[in-house]
């Protein structure tokens, strides 16, 4: 069957992170917030601005990440990492995160990985943009 559509479709991504955050000396909970930017060293989020000065008092925190695509999901769970940047502008807040350079093999393979897709995902988001040089 010929494509029939005026734009090639990407393919589908989520990024989803959450990250732990204590609610006293003994209980903590996870808190999702928005991914802003991404490689395997490090990553920018967006949190609500109620979780901006527990992340600031905290410095080291833990996240959970999850890429999810049309064929599969990888996930990096608890991976350690340290406040690096926190800046408010506009009443939008970005937090600066640089993850540990003692993560376990697989940790580290996993954020490679994820770093990999997202990588190739917007190389081919280019290429298309480029190629296809009329209006949807």
Do not use: C
Not at 33 to 52: H, Q
């Amino acid at each position: 069957m010929a494509e029939r559509r005026r734009r090639k479709r990407l393919p589908w991504l989520s990024m989803q992170a959450q990250v732990r955050v204590k609610k006293s000396m003994l209980s903590s909970e996870w808190v999702s917030v928005e991914v802003a930017d991404y490689n395997s060293l490090g990553m920018g989020i967006r949190p609500e601005k109620t979780l901006l000065t527990s992340l600031q008092k905290q410095g080291a925190i833990q996240l959970s990440l999850l890429l999810a695509t049309e064929v599969g999901e990888i996930s990096a769970d608890r991976v350690s990492a340290k406040v690096r940047h926190v800046a408010e502008e506009g009443g939008l807040s970005f937090v600066g995160i640089e993850f540990d350079q003692d993560l376990k093999a697989s940790t580290k393979e996993s954020l490679e990985r994820i770093e990999s897709i997202l990588n190739r995902h917007q190389q081919l988001s280019l290429r298309v943009a480029a190629g296809s040089g009329e209006d949807a």
